[in-house]
T-cell receptor, first 108, second 113 residues
Framework: GIQVEQSPPDLILQEGANSTLRCNFS?????LQWFHQNPWGQLINLFY???GTKQNGRLSATTVATERYSLLYISSSQTTDSGVYFC??????????FGAGTTVTVRA | KAGVTQTPRYLIKTRGQQVTLSCSPI?????VSWYQQTPGQGLQFLFE???????NKGNFPGRFSGRQFSNSRSEMNVSTLELGDSALYLC????????????FGPGTRLTVL
């Protein structure tokens, strides 16, 4: 199956700082999503981005499918951005393969 | 439009029992997938159903089974529960194509004593 690696595993930020999370994957995909897991466990959709660039408020994402990586940018971080961020990819086998996640802690 | 719903939200069982979890997809979605999340193994794929047919299955023992009904609602069953089955079980729905966006429910947290 497709291997997904996320880096860094942990990120500690001061409120207001910018950061970049990376996701590398081992094969071509037709679906790539970024999620934020809330404290109760639900996965919140951030981006559906198999290729290209998207922005949503302070968050943006870029996927370079030919080079098999995706980046999630958090700008002007807030304490509410804390949590675990997951990258997940899918090819033609109908299953999402998840990375191990990046735990983000934003300090006031 | 209502999101993905899962019932029950919390469940406590003892070893050897069986459990059934339910998932109702977003209206119009025909694909339902199930995932298990544990601290040690992360998020792992269990199975995926589309129009009542299982299209893919993860590497889990036969104690884990599922089904999908004609209204796209899905259930998963775990028989002969083991302590290691304690986990957050997440259900996701999508329109059905392999490239379509997945939307997750709130999960069922299962504790096996």
């Amino acid at each position: 199956g497709i291997q997904v690696e996320q880096s860094p595993p942990d990120l500690i930020l001061q409120e207001g700082a910018n950061s970049t999370l990376r996701c590398n994957f081992s094969d071509s995909v037709n679906n790539l999503q970024w999620f934020h897991q809330n404290p109760w466990g639900q996965l919140i959709n951030l981006f559906y981005i198999p290729s290209g660039t998207k922005q949503n408020g302070r968050l943006s994402a870029t996927t370079v499918a030919t080079e098999r990586y995706s980046l999630l940018y958090i700008s002007s971080s807030q304490t509410t951005d804390s949590g675990v961020y997951f990258c997940a990819v899918r090819s033609n086998d109908y299953k999402l393969s998840f990375g191990a996640g990046t735990t983000v802690t934003v300090r006031a | 439009k209502a999101g993905v719903t899962q019932t029950p939200r919390y469940l406590i069982k003892t070893r050897g029992q069986q459990v059934t979890l339910s998932c109702s997809p977003i209206s119009g979605h025909r694909s339902v997938s199930w995932y298990q999340q544990t601290p040690g193994q992360g998020l792992q794929f269990l199975f995926e159903y589309f129009s009542e047919t299982q299209r893919n299955k993860g590497n889990f023992p036969g104690r884990f089974s599922g089904r999908q009904f004609s209204n796209s609602r899905s259930e998963m069953n775990v028989s002969t529960l083991e302590l290691g089955d304690s986990a957050l079980y997440l259900c996701a729905s999508s329109l059905g194509g392999s490239g379509t966006e997945q939307f997750f429910g709130p999960g069922t947290r299962l504790t096996v004593l």
